[in-house]
């Protein structure tokens, strides 16, 4: 079992729908990130939490340390979203993280 | 500012050759990390330097190995390459002030014949 697990593996919605990715995690940590790729591989930081909620435009990120659960959530989904989500845990010095395998996610017109 | 460059952007290699990969972090940013997505599975943690220290390295055999520049640069050395190391290969920076916030570079992508 990987220590970093996301749900869905592959996601696919209609514009202006709401989108949750959810991530969870086996071990301890001190921060989660979440991240987004595109084709070509740019890897951009979208959230680090450590605790509660944090948003940033029509996203919005949760986490729960005792259930060890972290949420995605994309308001008013648009084609531009589409991209791969990834989830990672690991200490809050930046470097050493654990990956989940990402959610392709395609928002259709 | 320009943001975090790797370099070259591909690559091709044959097995048993070795490749340096490297990583210019963003200006006054002290740490980077290097990290292998092999494709169509998540990144793995394979490096990080902080101040020309390792400071941290993943489960990666001693085929691969790293350094830091005094001006923070960095390169990543593959020996004996494989046909398994064919991967994207993405280099982070971090400043001291906010080290949890990561700055990726577009990645190398290494294809081994």
């Known amino acids: 079992k990987n220590e970093v697990e996301q749900s869905p593996q592959n996601l696919t919605a209609q514009e202006g729908e709401f989108i949750t990715i959810n991530c969870s995690y086996s071990?301890?940590?001190?921060?989660l990130h979440w991240l987004q790729q595109h084709p070509g591989g740019g890897i951009v930081s979208l959230f680090m939490?450590?605790?509660g909620k944090k948003k940033h435009g029509r996203l919005i990120a949760t986490i729960n340390i005792q259930e060890k659960h972290s949420s995605l959530h994309i308001t008013a989904s648009h084609p531009r979203d589409s991209a791969v989500y990834i989830c990672a845990v690991g200490d809050n010095q930046g470097g050493k993280l654990i990956f989940g395998q990402g959610t392709e996610l395609s928002v259709k017109p | 500012d320009a943001g975090v460059t790797q370099s070259p952007t591909h690559l091709i290699k044959t097995r048993g050759q070795h490749v340096t990969l490297r990583c210019s972090p963003i200006?006054?940013?002290?740490?980077v990390s290097w990290y292998q997505q092999v494709l169509g599975q998540g990144p793995q943690f394979i490096f990080q330097?902080?101040?020309?220290?390792?400071?941290g390295r993943g489960n990666f055999p001693d085929r691969f190995s790293a350094r830091q520049f005094p001006n923070y640069s960095s390169e990543l050395n593959v020996n004996a390459l494989l046909l398994g190391d064919s991967a994207l290969y993405l280099c982070a920076s971090t400043r001291a002030s906010t080290p949890g916030e990561l700055f990726f570079g577009e990645g190398s992508r290494l294809t081994v014949l």
């Open positions: 071990v301890g940590i001190s921060a």
């Open positions: 939490l450590s605790s």
């Open positions: 330097y902080y101040e020309k220290e390792e400071r």
């Open positions: 200006s006054g940013h002290k740490s």
